[in-house]
């Protein structure tokens, strides 16, 4: 064991000695490595990126919570067959919630978009929300000042509201907007809340649920109207374990408020936080397959050029090489040698390839959406470039630890 580790030390040493010998030609080597695992880190870092991106902007939808909406969220298949659906009625979610006796909590609600105004101050567009007290618990969020509705708001078609952040920096600015009034449409009402910070849309355009705007559902129909409102129902099941059971009970339910016969198909959709998840992971893994793919023939194409330097250098070394063998190096030394070569030539490119990385994921990070280079990628990144530099030195390596000692002498 001695033994051997002293001749790896020595074939370390030599293998070093040889790429100072060369800098020049070990620096142009290692190009292709460097753009290679660079793609690798970068690849790699900007789907972590994405993927906790997305999970922030949909943080907000309870992981224990089904969706009851006319159209489902992801749509595959025939858009019309979805669009032509009947809406889901505020009648339809009061049944709902009458029979549902598993459910903790049968919350609807339905959205406008509406221009709001505070003195001089106007924002355009805003989303408004029409739900009851039972948002609390099918949503994460909790007013950060002030209260959010009670049932007693919902039921008096109070003209209250709970405003998100992002609507009291825009429109207040530094007045405190608890007990003032704002313009909704053509409606006065009055803030008795400000949402805490939940996070924008991110990366992928989804909903700001800081710039909306939550008002009581009745007094939502009474501002805005109800006849032909498209409801969606949030439903909150006993435990998440028991989530599918419950969903079918669920679909049991809508099919009976919305007048289905055995034989007809459901003209509802069921939600969930898992439909985003899958969708996400299945669009994803497919572009992080193809980015890995092309990166893989970016790291291919450096390995053919590091295997062509390293024959090369086997060709130049070839006296050298009949000289060490002649006075009794040993073909695994020989071979032990141009391997260490190849692999420090790759390591060196990788380490530069995700000192680039680092320098691009601090730029996401700074322009677009939170990104680091974790501590997986950085071992998946050592550990490519150690494989690329095994695979490109091999056969150098053998052609090498096979020269004939004689032949090699003669070599000019």
């Known amino acids: 064991m001695r033994a051997f580790l002293y001749s790896l030390m020595e074939a370390f040493a030599v293998a070093g000695g040889a790429l100072k010998a060369n800098r020049s030609r070990a620096v142009l080597t290692t190009l292709g490595i460097v753009i290679g695992i660079m793609a690798v880190a970068t690849t790699m870092t900007v789907s972590n990126g994405l993927g906790n991106n997305f999970k922030e902007s949909i943080s907000a939808v309870g992981s224990d919570v089904l969706y009851v909406s006319r159209m489902p969220w992801i749509v595959t298949g025939n858009f019309f067959q979805f669009r032509n659906r009947k809406p889901i009625s505020y009648r339809q979610s009061q049944d709902l919630s009458a029979n549902m006796e598993t459910a903790v909590a049968v919350c609807p609600s339905a959205g406008t978009q509406k221009n709001i105004k505070f003195g001089s101050k106007v924002l355009e567009n805003i989303i408004i929300i029409g739900t009851t007290d039972k948002q609390m618990m099918v949503a994460s969020g909790v007013p950060e000042f002030g209260r959010f509705f009670s049932a007693g708001d919902v039921h008096g078609r109070r003209f209250v509201c709970v405003i998100g952040s992002e609507i009291r920096d825009e429109l207040f600015g530094g007045i405190d907007p608890l007990q003032k009034e704002i313009r909704i449409g053509r409606h006065s009402f009055r803030v008795i809340g400000v949402m805490e910070t939940l996070g924008s849309g991110g990366f992928f355009g989804g909903p700001n649920f800081d710039r909306r705007i939550f008002v009581p559902v009745t007094s939502f129909m009474k501002a805005y109207g109800e006849i032909n409102r498209d409801f969606d129902i949030a439903v909150k099941a006993p435990a998440q374990e028991s989530l599918e059971e ?25 939600n969930s936080m898992d439909s985003l998840m899958n969708a996400y992971n299945n669009v994803m893994g497919v572009v992080v397959l193809i980015g890995l793919v092309i990166t893989g023939f970016s790291l291919f194409v450096g390995g053919i050029g590091v295997m062509n330097i390293m024959l090369v250098s086997v060709t130049e070394r070839t006296r050298e090489i009949g000289i060490r063998k002649a006075i009794g190096a040993r073909r695994r030394i020989i071979l032990t040698e141009f391997l260490l070569e190849s692999c420090f030539i790759c390591l060196v490119g990788g380490t530069i390839g995700l000192g680039l990385s680092y320098g691009i994921a601090a730029i996401i990070d700074r322009l677009v959406m939170p990104a680091s280079v974790s501590l997986p990628v950085i071992l998946v990144a050592i550990l490519v470039s150690f494989i690329v530099g095994i695979f490109s030195g091999i056969l150098p390596a053998l052609r090498a630890a096979r020269l004939n000692p004689i032949d090699a002498l003669q070599y000019e």
């Open 246 to 270: 419950f969903r079918y009970e669920l679909i049991g339910e809508m099919r009976k408020i919305r007048g289905l016969g055995p034989a007809e198909a459901d003209d509802f959709s069921i």
